[in-house]
């Protein structure tokens, strides 16, 4: 269970393991900044409740090209730090194709991150199932420390929404959302990630947006 720490909170006497949203004072790791505190064998970090994404490793991130390059891509992925998709971690890239061609300013993708060095500089790969240019659906954004919400416990309600709407739905952890499918229902599936979003801290949520679904169904019937 994360717990919710606030700027001065102790939070460990290892500063070699302190991270993000931390500062270190002598010997001791104090939160720097209100957020969820985070705690794995050899880092802390504190996530903030509001603002930007910071990547992890591993993170699926939906990100706009914001400059092309001979060699690759630079991505807004909705954070203080931009990302670099190589040419060769794109499959469509292919020798005598421009590389404007395969993805140019304003496109979005679906990527992974794979590495992120000391300085920041994030990279990520298009080459895993789930990545994808997006070139029909919708985005959605929603602050991105309401993320595990949508997702929900085990992706339970990722999993009601698309089984009750029928539509496809990939969650980015930088709160840009794909949906794609029938409209109408990509209409009601945004109103309930609003939903969730503007309610992440209530008991309750997964029948009250089970309820929201139905009662916006019926209304459309």
Known sequence: MRRIVLPGD???NNPKIAGY??????????????????????????IPLKGKYVPSVGDTVIGIVREV???????????????FLPAMEN??????KKISDVLDMGDAVIAKVVNIDPRMK???TMKDKICRAIRFGRIVAINPARVPRVIGK???????????????????????IWLNGDRKKISIAEEVIYLIEEEAHTEGLTDRVAEFIKGRKNAQA
């Open 10 to 12: 102790f939070l460990s």
């Open 21 to 46: 949203g931390t500062y270190v004072e002598g010997d001791k790791v104090y939160a720097k900044i209100l957020g969820l505190f985070e705690e794995t064998e050899n880092s802390i970090r504190v």
């Open 69 to 83: 390059s001979a060699n690759g891509w630079t991505l807004d992925i909705n954070s203080p730090y931009q990302a």
């Open 91 to 96: 499959p469509e890239t292919k020798p005598g």
């Open 122 to 124: 994030v990279t990520v």
């Open 154 to 176: 085990k992706g339970s309600m990722i999993k009601l929404i698309k089984s009750e709407l029928d539509v496809q739905m990939i969650v980015g952890q930088n709160g840009l």
